[in-house]
Each structure stands twice: as structure tokens, then as C-alpha cells.
């Protein structure tokens, strides 16, 4: 199943981030979702169901006040956005302080790793007029790839 589909009952569901990101985004998602929907006896398409008539599937208004006045006692927060910010993960909440502890370490393993191919090996933040998460191999690509455009 689709990502922005599976999980839509959290919130924002696109994922803005590299592709070797991804892994870990999706990880630290499925953690969100236990802690912001701790009901585990509710099942997932009433989750969603919830989530829709409450949001329509936007994080900035409100379909049904019923609705979205039920899915403020069940689910304990909200993701709002999940991106890549200045070769960072970003990803923004109202929740929980254990929500936060969850994105933070995702945050740290994003910045270890690149965001082109997935190493964790001397991964820098370099400015080709955008910054990017880079390991040594995929600089030395982006260096080459610059030289070639200068000629």
C-alpha cells in the first residue's frame, strides 16, 4: 500500500525527503503512530476513517467539528509536515514529548546518513548552491558533475 494512503491517519502522510531517507522516515512513523494512537484494540481503517471525516486529509481544516472533536480524544497529536530543510529532516508535530524524543533521533540518523545512496560513511553537509548530505563517493560524483558543466 501507498505511504501517503497507510498512514494518512497520521496526518501529513507525503514524505518531502531523499529516497535513502525514506527508510528511516517510515521507521520513525510507524513509532509516531503507536504513540499518537495508543488504542491498539481500534482497528486501522477506523483510524483512517476518523482522520478523514475529521480533516478531509489536510492538517489545516476542519471537515466534520465531530469528528475532529473525536480524533482529538483518541489520537494524542498530529504530524503537519515531513520534509528535507537545508539537508535536515524535518518533521513537524503537535504531540507528546516521547513524539519529539522519536523525531529527534530520527533527525540525528538522517544526518548521518546520504541522502543520495544511504552510506553512513564520512557523511558532510556540502553548498552546491544547495546543501546537500553527502558521503565522500557521491562529493567526489557532484565535484566531477560540476567540473564537466564549468567546461
Keep these: 500500500m501507498e505511504f501517503s494512503k497507510k498512514y494518512s491517519h497520521v496526518g ?8 535513502a531517507w525514506k527508510p ?29 471525516l475529521a480533516t478531509g486529509r489536510s492538517v489545516v481544516c476542519v471537515k ?7 480524533r482529538d480524544r483518541l489520537a494524542r497529536g498530529i504530524i503537519t509536515d515531513i520534509k528535507d530543510k537545508y539537508a535536515g529532516l524535518r518533521i513537524y508535530i503537535s504531540g507528546t514529548d ?4 522519536i523525531i529527534d533521533r530520527a533527525e540525528i540518523e538522517c544526518d548521518r546518513t546520504c541522502e543520495r545512496c544511504g552510506s553512513k560513511d564520512d557523511v558532510k553537509n556540502v553548498d552546491y548552491g544547495w546543501i546537500y ?8 560524483i557532484n565535484k566531477a558533475k560540476l567540473n564537466e558543466n564549468k567546461i
Design 24 to 52: 528511516i522516515v517510515k521507521k520513525a512513523v510507524i513509532e509516531l503512530e503507536k504513540e499518537m494512537w495508543p488504542q491498539w484494540w481500534l482497528p486501522m481503517w477506523t483510524k483512517r476513517l476518523i482522520h478523514q
Design 64 to 70: 466534520y467539528w465531530w469528528a475532529y472533536r473525536l
Design 133 to 140: 548530505n553527502l558521503c565522500k563517493k557521491c562529493r567526489e
Design 12 to 19: 501529513y502522510s507525503y514524505l518531502g525527503v531523499p529516497d
Design 98 to 101: 516521547k513524539m519529539c524524543e
